[in-house]
C-alpha cells in the first residue's frame, strides 16, 4: 500500500515548524497526543504520535491552507493572517486555539509623516506579504496606493527605499524598533485557528470528532468563543 493512501485511512494534522508547532505542542499534550520527534531535529516530514491514527505533517506556514483544503491533512493550524490572503474555501474554522498571538500593523520610517502623507492624499508605496488584508484597509481609508508583495523582511523596505510603508506583523515591537521603524496604525489582532478540511468533518466525523473537542477544551483556557463542533 502507498503511503497517500495509508495516511488518508488515519488522521494528518498539517502545522508548520517554529511557533506554531511550538505552541500547538502543549495543547495537543492536554489532549493526549504526544509527537514521537521534533522536527527540528529529525529533519523528518511526516511524524508519527502516539496515536496509530493520526500523523502530523511540517510544511511552510502559509502553505498549511492548502494542504487543508485539498483534503492532503484533514485538519491543520494556521494564523489568521494567513487564512485571510489564502482565503476561505473548502475549510471550517471551527476553534481560535488563541496561539502565536500578534497583530497586523502599518509601519513607517520614524522620520516620515504618515498623518501628513494621508492629509496630502498622497499616493503611497506599500510593502507587504499581506497585500489582499493591506490593499482593502488603504481602501477603505480611500487611500491610493501601490502594492509590493513581498515574502519576508518586511522591515528592510523603507529603509533602502522600496517602500514608504509596510503592512506587517508586530509582537513585541522590537523588530520595528532595531531598524528604526514606527507602528502607525493597528489593522488587527491575530491569533491562530484550527481548521478543518471540510469533506473530512464528513466523512472522518466520528475520528476527528474527539479531538477537535480535546483542542477545544484545552483551548479553552485561553477564554475563547468558538462556533459548534
Ligand atoms: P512562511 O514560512 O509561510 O513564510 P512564517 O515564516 O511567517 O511563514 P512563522 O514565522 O512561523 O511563519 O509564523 C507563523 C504564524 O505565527 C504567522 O502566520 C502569524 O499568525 C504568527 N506570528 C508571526 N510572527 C509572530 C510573532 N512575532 N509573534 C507571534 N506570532 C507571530
Ligand atoms: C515576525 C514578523 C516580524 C516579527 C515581529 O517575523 O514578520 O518581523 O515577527 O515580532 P516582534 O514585534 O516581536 O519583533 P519572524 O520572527 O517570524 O521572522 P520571519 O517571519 O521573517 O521568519
Not at 493550524?77 to 487564512?83: E, N, P, S, Y
Not at 489564502?86 to 516620515?112: E, M, W
Not at 464528513?202 to 470528532?209: A, D, G
Amino acid at each position: 500500500m502507498s503511503q497517500g493512501k495509508e495516511m488518508s485511512q488515519g488522521l494528518v494534522l498539517a502545522l508548520s515548524k517554529g511557533r506554531i508547532f511550538d505552541q500547538t505542542l502543549p495543547l495537543l499534550r492536554e489532549a493526549g497526543i504526544q509527537v514521537a520527534e521534533d522536527p527540528e531535529v529529525s529533519r523528518k516530514l511526516i511524524l508519527a504520535t502516539n496515536r496509530p491514527d493520526l500523523r502530523i505533517i511540517i510544511v511552510r506556514a502559509s502553505d498549511v491552507p492548502t494542504y487543508v483544503q485539498y483534503g492532503a491533512a484533514d485538519f491543520g493550524v494556521a494564523g489568521k493572517d494567513v487564512l485571510q490572503e489564502h482565503g476561505n474555501t473548502g475549510l471550517y474554522q471551527p476553534i481560535d486555539l488563541h496561539i502565536a498571538k500578534c497583530r497586523l500593523s502599518v509601519a513607517v520610517r520614524k522620520d516620515f509623516d504618515y498623518a501628513n502623507a494621508i492629509r496630502q492624499g498622497a499616493r503611497l508605496r506599500v510593502a507587504s506579504k499581506y497585500v489582499q488584508v493591506a490593499r482593502e484597509h488603504f481602501a477603505k481609508k480611500g487611500v491610493h496606493v501601490d502594492m509590493i508583495k513581498l515574502y519576508g523582511s518586511m522591515e528592510l523596505a523603507p529603509l533602502v527605499g522600496l517602500a514608504d510603508v509596510i503592512v506587517d506583523l508586530v509582537d513585541t515591537g522590537n523588530t520595528l524598533r532595531a531598524n528604526g521603524l514606527v507602528e502607525v496604525e493597528q489593522i488587527q489582532d491575530i491569533t491562530s485557528r484550527l481548521i478543518v478540511n471540510q469533506a473530512s468533518m464528513k466523512l472522518k466525523h466520528r475520528q476527528l470528532q474527539p479531538v477537535l473537542h480535546a483542542f477545544k477544551d484545552a483551548s479553552s483556557a485561553h477564554n475563547c468563543q468558538d462556533e459548534a463542533l
